[in-house]
């Protein structure tokens, strides 16, 4: 006990020079991320290069992509991607919101588990699975429901249809045609949309979960104290508090949905001539990208194929860093 | 209002129950000793089973978990015991970005980096997939190893025990449990990517145990055989979707009553 910090300097010192090494070690080995990172940038920039350089910013605008011509815009995926998103989005984002509220405020505990296991497994479950499945079940269904929209016992819609499709033919489309189904095959924009929303729903569902159970219960037993209802407390004590955690989860499940891949390319259609029809064929950046890369030979083909997936990269940095942001600086002390 | 809110939950929960039960109906038939033994029979005949994507499967995980573990827990552990080294903000903040990275973007990466150089092969595959391991090993490592008590980090440094025995002998065990977990959910979420397999592994109608060989994996023959033409691939992949699936929720229930026990 006497002496006890002078009486050994030597171990001091050897454990200083071991425990650098195994600083340097640890950090070498971390900045293989980093790597990763910078290593992806630039072979995508790499590859990238000689369409960037070819068509210029016009990549980004133009709409035609036709490999045997040789001339590549990317303007209609660009539009797949974000009205397949974010049409997602506003319709899993109520449902995620209800169900969390139901795991964490409605349930009895011995409800809640289960329900909160089964939509995390949700969560699991891969895409080419949920391509499948929406393949050989969801498109029949909806192919069903079109083809009863050309019922014969109704003239009137045969002649929307017509007119409907003259106006497609043309590239243009009216609201009313918007919505008119365009065949009965079950495969285009709309089930890519229904899809995605079932992808997405457990990402922002269990971020929802997380942050309400997380709003402090003194918040909670105030409002119950005053007399105010169930829902009341939801509306006026839970969600305000919980909505920016809900918002970057929100954010989040739109980053995963710009990036989802298989389960698009399989049932999108795969088409090029975009958003004259919900019910028409599609396409989005990473369906593209799935379908084409393989069997693209030339360079510039094959360089624009790589060009959506740098413009996809980007885009979801800059999506994911939003959500990060909005997580770490809106969220009350104690949510984060 | 709760009663939307029960409908709206189940609306939720419906996809998972259905596929599951849509797979089980569907799968269980071709879930034989020839769909474990057998490679896929050449298209229109039929028999056959997905022997060369399960060992494919298999052997590219083992692989990808190296790349993912050894960085990962090194990137957990320098951001929980480094927290005052100057790239603790950068590497944390891109560990977070390469977690949003789509995968098939990953699958262009590894496409650049081996498959231009070197062919389609199972490698390439691996790589790209312990890519995408990466973040969440991070990100799950880093929670656990935080949660262990300072007080133990200083009771071993109290005893003399340099900084890194105490951080290799006495956290890295307490936290093993968490860290463990972590790789499991990692090794399901990537185990059913097909997106950045597409152009790297590439696949492989033959039992391919060679790395630097095209290799096939079991989401990549479900991708074909649930796009193909014929009754005998879409059988296939059913029950190869089955199997995944069925792999996938046991490993992620397990990681979670295992995190759950600590």
């Not at chain 1, 035609?64 to 303007?75: C, D, K, L, R, S």
């Not at chain 1, 429901?145 to 003239?155: A, D, H, R, V």
């Amino acid at each position: 006990m006497s002496e006890p910090t002078r009486s050994a300097p030597t171990p001091a010192r050897l454990s200083s020079r071991s425990d650098r090494v195994f600083e340097v070690l640890i950090l070498l080995l971390a900045s293989i991320i980093v790597l990763v990172f910078l290593t992806s940038i630039y072979q995508l920039g790499k590859d990238s290069w000689p369409a960037l350089q070819h068509f210029g910013l016009s990549f980004f605008t133009q709409r035609t992509w036709n490999p045997v011509a040789g001339t590549f815009g990317a303007a209609s995926m660009i539009a797949g991607t974000l009205v397949t998103s974010l049409a997602a989005l506003v319709i899993s984002v109520p449902l995620a919101v209800a169900s969390a509220l139901f795991v964490a405020e409605y349930a009895p505990k011995w409800l809640a588990n289960p329900v909160g296991y089964l939509i995390e497994l949700l969560a699991a479950v891969p895409s080419v699975v949920y391509g499948l499945w929406a393949l050989f079940v969801i498109a029949p269904i909806l192919g069903r429901w079109q083809i009863t929209f050309f019922n014969p016992e109704f003239p009137d819609r045969l002649a929307l249809y017509t007119k409907c499709a003259g106006l497609w033919a043309e590239n243009k489309t009216t609201l009313q045609c918007f919505f008119v189904p365009s065949s009965g095959a079950g495969r285009g924009l709309a089930l890519a949309i229904i899809i995605l929303t079932v992808m997405i729903l457990p990402y922002t569902a269990s971020v929802a979960r997380d942050v309400i159970r997380l709003v402090p219960a003194d918040q909670r037993e105030a409002m119950y104290a005053l007399g105010a209802t169930k829902w009341e407390v939801i509306s006026r004590a839970i969600l305000p508090y919980a909505r920016a955690g809900i918002l970057g989860g929100v954010i989040l499940a739109l980053g995963r949905a710009l990036g989802e891949t298989l389960a698009v390319a399989m049932v999108i259609g795969d088409s090029q001539d975009v958003l004259r029809s919900i019910w028409g064929n599609a396409s989005t950046m990473a369906s593209v990208i799935a379908n084409q890369f393989g069997d693209a030979r030339e360079t510039l083909h094959r360089s624009s194929v790589v060009t959506l997936g740098l413009t996809l990269f980007f885009l979801s940095v800059a999506v994911n860093y939003v959500a990060r942001l909005i997580i770490a600086r809106l969220t009350p002390r104690g949510i984060q | 209002m709760g009663g939307l809110i029960l409908l709206a939950t189940l609306v939720v929960v419906a996809p998972l129950i259905l596929i599951f039960l849509y797979l089980l109906r569907e799968g269980i038939g071709a879930m034989n000793v020839a769909f474990f033994t057998k490679v896929p029979a050449p298209e229109g005949e039929t028999g056959g089973g997905l022997l060369n994507a399960i060992l494919g499967s298999v052997e590219m995980l083992l692989m990808a978990s190296v790349i993912g573990v050894l960085v990962g827990v090194a990137g957990g552990i320098f951001l929980s015991e480094y927290p005052r080294h100057r790239l603790m903000p950068t590497i944390r903040m891109l560990s977070d970005v390469l977690a949003g990275i789509p995968a098939i973007v990953m699958g262009l990466v590894a496409y650049g980096l081996i498959v231009l150089k070197f062919g389609f092969s199972g490698f390439a595959g691996a790589l790209a997939l312990g890519f995408l391991m990466i973040p969440i090993v991070v990100r799950t490592s880093e929670e656990v190893l935080k949660l262990v008590p300072i007080s133990i980090r200083e009771a071993g440094l109290a005893l003399g025990l340099p900084k890194w025995l105490v951080t290799l002998r006495i956290v890295l065990p307490a936290a093993a449990g968490g860290i463990i977990t972590g790789i499991m959910l990692a090794l399901a979420r990537v185990a059913g990517e097909a997106a950045p397999l597409l152009f790297t592994a590439f696949g492989n109608p033959n039992v391919n145990l060679d790395p630097s060989k095209p290799m096939s994996a079991l989401p990549l023959e479900i991708y074909r055989g649930a796009t193909s033409a014929y009754d005998e691939n879409q059988r296939l992949a059913k029950a190869g979707a089955l199997l995944l699936i069925t792999l996938i929720f046991v490993t992620s229930l397990l990681a979670r009553r295992f995190s759950r026990r600590r």
